[in-house]
């Protein structure tokens, strides 16, 4: 009952806390034989890491992961990979206020009333410096993947402003601050997001993320479908509130004609799809189009505006959080629902090949 780990095959187990001396995890049933070092889990790390611009906390920590075990000589060796990163820009000082207090949005109410303790630096267990760890786990998830399936994540809305899908360009995800691909909304966000942080105020965001290029045949009906674990791991995300797979909420303004995926058969007896409404998964089973998931990341809680609360003695309180704060979370959830999507797919192309090695990897049938 410890709900500290998720995966099957692919497993992921995640400890610590925000304000603790690490934190680390446990990645097991890795295949043996993987090429496999920190350098190929560190600019992962590099791409969540806090204190890299002005639109996120200032915490500085470097994020530097340290493999412990599982690995030789450049190898996996199909034993637990155990690795670890050090937490080094704690200042617990910043939340001696809030002992005893109960920060609006957050989960510290939830914690004390289930636990009967709590650890409020940062927020301990419940802090997205946890999420470092899941983005660690799905860098040892694409290796298990391969290059053929590419993963890749985008800021698609910031608050009340949506993207441009007609301006939508990968390479620009990497050239600005938001991981947005539109960069005429990059722009907007700039001066939209410092307007926010002035105000002493937060936003919240919609990510998307989709993964090109995966097998036919991952996930199974019903209980083990994969649109169902992909939004399990999502929504495990700290802030996340909502998801959706392929059109989503918008399905349900389209017609049953609009709403389905045609298909023809192309020159080498693979089916070509006309549409991807479905989001790359039908019945729960991948189909070998791109699978497309979004989430939707609340605005961050810890704010500097007063808000109405409680304290543990049953008082009622009017507090703001100080402290060093994501003025949009959603920023960084981008490479963290990168990494989430990455090991649910690893995870579930384990799982496929121990039940149907034979089955082709991609949507061909035979020609009359």
Not at 76 to 87: H, L, Q, R, S, V
Not at 115 to 123: A, C, E, L, M, T
Not at 189 to 207: D, F, H, N, P, V
Request: net charge neutral; charged share 25%.
């Amino acid at each position: 009952m410890s709900h500290n780990s998720f995966g099957h095959l692919f497993r992921v187990t995640s400890w610590g806390e925000s304000h603790g001396p690490a934190i680390g995890g446990v990645v097991d049933g890795c295949p043996p034989g993987l090429s496999l070092s920190e350098a190929d889990i560190q600019p992962f790390l590099d791409r969540r890491r806090p204190g890299q611009s002005k639109f996120v906390t200032q915490r500085q920590e470097a994020d530097q992961v340290r493999i412990l075990s599982g690995v030789f000589e450049g190898l996996t060796t199909g034993t637990p990979i155990a690795f670890i990163i050090e937490n080094t820009d704690q200042r617990s000082r910043d939340y001696g206020d809030i002992a005893d207090t109960f920060r609006p949005g957050h989960a510290d109410l939830a914690y004390h009333l289930k636990y009967g303790v709590r650890d409020y630096r940062g927020g301990g267990r419940s802090s997205a410096r946890e999420t470092a760890v899941r983005v660690a786990a799905g860098a040892i998830a694409r290796k298990v993947l391969g290059d053929t399936v590419r993963l890749r994540g985008a800021l698609v809305q910031m608050g009340p402003d949506i993207i441009d899908r007609g301006r939508f360009d990968w390479a620009e995800v990497e050239r600005n601050p938001f991981f947005c691909p539109d960069p005429v909304a990059a722009e907007r966000w700039e001066a939209l997001l410092a307007e926010t942080r002035k105000s002493g105020s937060s936003l919240g965001a919609l990510i998307e993320v989709v993964a090109e290029g995966v097998p036919v045949g991952l996930g199974a009906p019903l209980y083990g479908k994969l649109d169902a674990e992909i939004a399990a791991a999502l929504m495990s995300i700290n802030a996340v509130k909502a998801v959706e797979i392929g059109e989503g909420f918008a399905s349900a303004a389209l017609t049953g004609e609009e709403n389905a995926d045609e298909m023809r058969m192309g020159p080498d007896g693979e089916v070509e799809f006309l549409s991807n409404h479905a989001g790359g998964i039908l019945g729960g089973i991948s189909t070998g189009q791109p699978v497309v998931a979004r989430f939707a990341v609340k605005p961050t809680s810890s704010i500097l505006t007063p808000r109405r609360s409680v304290d543990r003695f049953g008082q009622e309180i009017e507090m703001r959080t100080k402290g060093r704060h994501d003025p949009c979370v959603g920023l960084r959830a981008v490479p963290v629902g990168e990494a989430m999507l990455a090991c649910v797919l690893a995870d579930h192309l384990l799982r496929h090949r121990a039940q149907n090695p034979d089955a082709p990897a991609r949507a061909r049938l035979p020609r009359n």
